[in-house]
């Protein structure tokens, strides 16, 4: 049995009765071509079954057509994380799918990781890079950016470095609404289980609940998390160790404000009764959970899209891409506050 030759580029040219070259520009986007020809070259791939070799397009286009998106976590980190990451993937893949590219997903949860991604975004293997669930100053997104690779991040980067384009959301906006409600439905001892301060988002909530404290004229009361469940468990135990007679907490994330309930639930307090809970996310488990919490709604999956968006503009020479989108959030009243 033999297989069906693949066909070519000059099996192409030959059918549409042109150019070996004119069918590479047609294949290739170029819109230099004339209308007729361009329609006889591509029912010339139709008939044919012609597909571009990749490879070698990318020779010519100097595109992969391929997008990085980063997470500078551990896999372990990363795939026990059923909630926010796969919002992020999501939403990047489902506009760059829609752009017929290709999503590249890679961790670098260590510093050697850090230096495979360095090397193979510089190697060419993709068209740009979108960093997610930054920690610290991280230097990459600027190193890169420093070699003419198209970069956007999400949540503000940290570092002094070469700036380039983000998107975040309201954090700030978000945390006063939530803690407004706590003071206005008469809560007067308010604490807060803090997200990892060694990202924006962290500091961004912690001081929007310590701004919001202040002009209330309450004292405040921080417990350290890192986004989890089981530093939500941790520290609501310490704030009760603390503080018995607290009557609301803002949870810097959902899965915090999960891990407090189930504290609060051991220590034999009521929700809301006795303590008002609020966290900071909408993940759908917030719905279902007992009580239904309050919470702050952030776009996860749009923020997503809108950095792929960013990238896509970037990529194609846009010179009028914005240094960054804020995207508003909401507080979403339900049974725990």
Do not use: W
Not at 246 to 271: E, P, W
Not at 295 to 324: F, N
């Amino acid at each position: 049995m033999t297989t069906r030759e693949r066909p070519t580029l000059e099996a192409v040219a030959r059918r549409a009765g042109v150019s070996r070259a004119t069918v590479s520009r047609v294949v290739n986007g170029s819109t230099t071509v004339a209308a007729s020809i361009r329609d006889a070259v591509n029912q010339a791939v139709d008939e044919l079954g012609y597909v571009p070799n990749q490879a070698a397009r990318s020779l010519v286009t100097q595109r992969t057509d391929s997008i990085a998106l980063i997470l500078p976590e551990t896999a372990n980190r990363v795939f026990s994380d059923d909630l926010f990451f796969p919002a992020i993937i999501r939403g990047v893949g489902m506009e760059l799918e829609s752009a017929d590219k290709q999503l590249v997903l890679m961790m670098t949860g260590s510093e050697a990781g850090h230096h495979r991604v360095e090397r193979y975004a510089v190697a060419g293997h993709v068209d740009g890079v979108l960093f997610a669930s930054i920690h610290g100053a991280d230097p990459l997104p600027g190193a890169l950016a420093q070699r003419g690779i198209p970069v956007v991040c999400s949540g503000r980067p940290m570092n002094d470095g070469p700036q380039v384009p983000y998107v975040d959301v309201d954090h700030a906006g978000g945390v006063a609404a939530a803690v407004r409600h706590l003071v206005a439905s008469g809560r007067r001892r308010i604490a807060t289980i803090a997200g990892p301060q060694d990202m924006v988002a962290g500091l961004a909530r912690l001081a929007g609940y310590q701004d919001t404290l202040r002009q209330a004229g309450l004292p405040e009361l921080v417990a350290q998390g890192d986004f989890t469940r089981d530093s939500g468990i941790a520290a609501m135990r310490d704030l009760l160790d603390r503080d018995p007679s607290l009557d609301a907490v803002f949870a810097a994330s959902d899965l915090m404000a999960h891990g407090a309930l189930q504290t609060l639930r051991a220590a034999g307090r009521r929700v809301p009764d006795d303590v008002a809970v609020i966290g900071f996310d909408d993940f759908d488990i917030s719905r279902y959970s007992d009580p239904p919490l309050t919470t702050v709604r952030q776009p996860i999956a749009e923020s997503g899209r809108t950095m792929a968006q960013l990238m896509l503009r970037l990529i194609a020479g846009d010179e009028d891409v914005p240094e960054s989108v804020v995207l508003p959030t909401e507080l979403v009243l339900r049974e725990s506050a």
